[in-house]
Nanobody, 125 residues
């Protein structure tokens, strides 16, 4: 699976962005999808994940709860990350990834097999 992440950019604090992750010609129905981020000088960290089940079970990092929403459109083979109320500390390169491991481990970057190229989000006034 090849993943193409997009939607990053420069936004002011308090603003919003929607990131997209597409897999042209492929399907996500067999994969859990995750978003991670990596700020300069820091390790890659979990942001959110959405289950491959039909009900769209999700999981969020504590910093993302209430501000970020992960969703997917299976027909378009695209996963989204809607980010609201952005803060300067959200500045990072955001990556999407796929995995087939147990849902219990979806917050672990090492469990993901395929990654997109990353899209830079900069939150600054």
């Amino acid at each position: 699976v090849q993943l193409q992440a997009s939607g990053g950019g420069l936004v002011q604090p308090g603003g919003s962005l929607r990131l997209s992750c597409a897999a042209p010609g492929r399907t996500f129905i067999n994969f859990h999808m995750g978003w991670f981020r990596q700020a300069p000088g820091k390790e890659r960290e979990f942001v959110a994940a959405i289950n491959r089940n039909g009900v769209g079970t999700t999981r969020y990092a504590d910093f993302a709860k209430g501000r970020f929403t992960i969703s997917k459109d299976n027909a378009k083979s695209t996963v989204y990350l809607q980010m609201n109320s952005l803060k300067p500390e959200d500045t990072a390169v955001y990556y999407c990834a796929v995995t087939t491991i147990l849902w219990s481990y979806v917050d672990s970057a090492s469990r993901y097999s395929t990654w997109g190229q990353g899209t830079l989000v900069t939150v600054s006034s």
